[in-house]
């Protein structure tokens, strides 16, 4: 079945540093979407991507739609304390979009 | 409305006991979630409903466990005869579908169930 990589499985940065997380997975999917999820709550979406190629930001994060469709990466410039969480890809199963599959998360723990 | 509320937040239950969960959607959301998420995974998908139709069911999704929309508004997921197995965060999404347009998934805070 269609799975979600996502590296590195957790990070640990000072403040003010910027981070690089990415997803990968072994068949196409059409959307990718990262979400990001605080302990004890429910993940909360980040940034929505639609189209391969597509960058598009948020405030101090940025994530781009891979070329091939395999792919995304998340980027979080100048980390600050609140950034601290575990940050998840998904997307919707090729042939029924209304079932996300996951990846396993990159954990960030930011240093003040 | 400010987002999918879910309730409790919290659940602490004996092994065999009944329990019932209950998910308010984001009010003009058609589309209707429950994931289960274990510590260090990613959510699970569990079932859907879009409007008060219950559309799939995941394999997860044994018979001790049954999920309601009955008006298609609120929900509600019952775990009957609880196993400690059960225990995890249970999240509810919602989303729009509309004139050919899907809204993405957005999440409550979960009920995190503990079976002892």
């Known amino acids: 079945g269609q799975q979600l990589n996502q590296s590195p499985q957790s990070m640990f940065i000072q403040e003010g540093e910027d981070v690089s997380m990415n997803c990968t997975s072994s068949s196409i999917f059409n959307t990718w979407l990262w979400y990001k999820q605080d302990p004890g709550e429910g993940p909360v979406l980040l940034i929505a991507?639609?189209?391969a190629g597509e960058l598009t930001s948020n405030g101090r994060l940025t994530a781009q739609f891979g070329i091939t469709r395999k792919d995304s990466f998340l980027n979080i410039s100048a980390s600050i304390p609140s950034d601290v969480g575990i940050y998840f890809c998904a997307g919707p199963r090729a042939g029924n979009n209304r079932k996300l599959i996951w990846g396993l998360g990159t954990s960030l723990a930011v240093n003040p | 409305d400010t987002g999918v509320s879910q309730d409790p937040r919290h659940k602490i239950t004996k092994r065999g006991q009944n329990v019932t969960f209950r998910c308010d959607p984001i009010s003009e959301h058609n589309r209707l979630y429950w994931y289960r998420q274990t510590l260090g995974q990613g959510p699970e998908f569990l079932t859907y409903f879009q409007n008060e139709a219950q559309l799939e069911k995941s394999r997860l999704l044994s018979d001790r466990f049954s999920a309601e929309r009955p008006k298609g508004s609120f929900s509600t997921l019952e775990i009957q005869r609880t196993e400690q197995g059960d225990s995890a965060m249970y999240l509810c999404?919602?989303?729009?579908?509309?004139?050919?347009?899907?809204?993405?998934?957005?999440f409550g805070q979960g009920t995190r169930l503990t079976v002892v």
């Open positions: 991507l639609y189209k």
């Open positions: 999404a919602s989303s729009l579908r509309a004139g050919g347009l899907n809204t993405e998934a957005f």
